[in-house]
């Protein structure tokens, strides 16, 4: 989608630090982490959030993928955590869907 930031990144208009990347979804590095390991997986089609698709196969897919990216970043062991901030009261800023898979450290609960 035009002016979509995560569009451009998908299609590598736009530059990101790529860790991951596999059929329909890529995985870059958060250009403001909040963890030792920050990574967004994205679909490289554009969907706002999963409010948006019942593409079962797709959002399998994606969660497959923060698995594979974790394991890839050797975050298994000690755990990590995947997130989907769905719209305002979710704290989604970017409106293409997108799971944060952030580890290195000890997280929190409850969330913020
Ligand atoms: P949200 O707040 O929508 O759940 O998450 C959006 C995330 O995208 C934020 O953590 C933000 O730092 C990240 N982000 C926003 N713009 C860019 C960008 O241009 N490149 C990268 N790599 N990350 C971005
Ligand atoms: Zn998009």
Redesign the pocket.
């Known amino acids: 989608m035009e002016n979509c930031?995560f569009c451009k990144?998908a299609s590598k208009e736009?530059e990101?630090e790529i860790v991951h990347e596999g059929d329909g979804w890529i995985a870059?590095?958060?250009?403001?982490p909040i963890a030792p390991v920050h990574v967004?997986i994205v679909p490289k089609e554009h969907i706002v959030s999963i409010e948006k698709t019942d593409n079962t196969a797709l959002l399998g897919k994606l969660l497959t993928a923060a698995a594979k990216t974790a394991h890839k970043l050797k975050l298994s062991e000690n755990g990590y955590r995947v997130v989907n901030?769905i719209g305002v009261y979710g704290?989604?800023?970017?409106p293409h869907l997108?799971f944060?898979l952030l580890g290195g450290r000890q997280m929190g609960w409850p969330p913020g």
């Not at 870059?28 to 403001?32: E, R, S, V």
């Not at 704290?91 to 970017?94: D, I, K, R």
């Open positions: 930031i990144i736009i990101a870059f590095k958060d250009l403001n967004l901030n704290g989604q800023t970017v997108h944060h």
